[in-house]
């Protein structure tokens, strides 16, 4: 059994047991959270797709970490033949989260 499930405006295709990164999320760690917004939901062969939501479709996570970090993003900028460098990095905030079960 698998779903789709849009959190923090991205799709993450979930599985229970399932351990997930996604965007920082305003949970504590430890807490419980519920994701509404599931797209598709796949229970052995049966599919259901919703229009743009499966009704009363719930996948229910526990956040593991809440401060974690992505890896570094280099991002570097040159104009050629004018001595202009720019060197910048970015590491984007992330939360862990454990899928306990799609209801």
Request: aromatic share 6%; with cysteine.
């Amino acid at each position: 059994m698998y779903a789709i499930v849009d959190i923090a405006g991205q799709q993450f295709k979930v599985e229970a047991g399932m351990e997930i990164f996604v965007n920082r999320l305003a949970a504590e760690k430890g807490s419980s959270v519920e994701f509404d917004k599931v797209l598709l939901v796949d229970t052995d062969g049966q599919v259901k797709v919703g229009a743009p939501y499966v009704d009363g479709a719930v996948v229910k996570a526990t956040v593991i970490d809440d401060t974690c970090r992505g890896k570094k993003i280099l991002v570097f900028k040159k104009k050629r033949r004018k001595g202009y460098q720019k060197l910048t990095g970015h590491r984007q905030n992330l939360s862990k989260i454990q899928i306990n079960e799609i209801a």
